[in-house]
């Protein structure tokens, strides 16, 4: 079984950082994929941003420039750095990874969400 748990969600006013981090656990052989994902309130889920095993980023252009994400394999963990946050970010977060265990093929996870709010 695979969880993956996202944290340092918050209250920031507009301009200020976040840092989110997402770790997966569990018999895990390897994880490919691992993204960002948003939703706001009556919206849908959106990507936000996304790293492969490679190391190949992609970034929604609503957050280009602002966010980074990051990936460290030997923890199993992805990081999401939200600078200049503006009021419009504000939406629960979700970690997804594409995810290899022992048992069984590569499957999407979800993890719960965290939420951000920006204040104006």
């Known amino acids: 079984q695979v969880q993956l748990v996202e944290s340092g969600g918050g209250l920031v006013q507009a301009g200020g950082s976040l840092r989110l981090s997402c770790v997966a656990s569990?018999?895990?052989?390897?994880?490919?994929?691992m993204g960002w994902y948003r939703q706001a309130p009556g919206k849908q889920r959106d990507l936000v941003a996304s790293?492969?095993?490679?190391?190949?980023?992609y970034y929604a252009d609503f957050v280009k420039g602002r966010f980074t994400i990051s990936r460290d394999n030997a923890k199993n963990a992805v990081y999401l750095q939200m600078n200049s946050l503006k009021p419009e970010d504000t939406a629960v977060y979700y970690c997804?990874?594409?995810?290899?265990?022992?048992?069984?093929?590569?499957?999407?996870?979800w993890g719960q969400g965290t939420q951000v709010t920006v204040s104006s």
């Open positions: 997804m990874s594409t995810i290899t265990t022992m048992t069984t093929a590569r499957q999407h996870y």
């Open positions: 790293i492969t095993s490679g190391g190949t980023n």
């Open positions: 569990g018999s895990i052989f390897n994880i490919n994929y």
